[in-house]
């Protein structure tokens, strides 16, 4: 069974950056996909990003692009989100998913999930 601790939330003024890990323990396969998504207070859980475990192919929220960089070390079983250009609208507990197939923006598509990490982006 495949665990994920999530780390790197905080507070960041609205332009800043934060950089979240989600570092995975047991068995995973090349063939699924990790993500990231987030949920505000009072709203759905909703995708920002995912990438495969093999091949290069990353996938974003149009919210997100050209702002956040998914990435990740094989060798460290850790999956990265690099958010630049923070806005107030980006704050919310973001939550690491493994065990991901396609469709990989809907979380149903996933079957492990992280404790989550607030991110507050102050105005």
């Known amino acids: 069974q495949v665990q994920l601790v999530e780390s790197g939330g905080g507070l960041v003024q609205a332009g800043g950056s934060l950089r979240l890990s989600c570092a995975a323990s047991?068995?995973?396969?090349?063939?699924?996909?990790m993500g990231w998504f987030r949920q505000a207070p009072g709203k759905e859980r909703e995708f920002v990003a995912a990438?495969?475990?093999?091949?290069?192919?990353?996938y974003y929220a149009d919210s997100v692009k050209g702002r956040f960089t998914i990435s990740r070390d094989n060798a460290k079983n850790t999956v990265y989100l690099q958010m630049n250009s923070l806005k107030p609208e980006d704050t919310a507990v973001y939550y690491c998913?493994?065990?991901?197939?396609?469709?990989?923006?809907?979380?149903?598509?996933?079957?492990?999930w992280g404790q989550g990490t607030q991110v507050t982006v102050s105005s």
């Open positions: 047991g068995r995973t396969s090349s063939s699924y996909a």
């Open positions: 998913a493994a065990e991901g197939s396609a469709p990989y923006y809907y979380p149903a598509s996933y079957d492990v």
């Open positions: 990438i495969r475990w093999s091949g290069a192919s990353t």
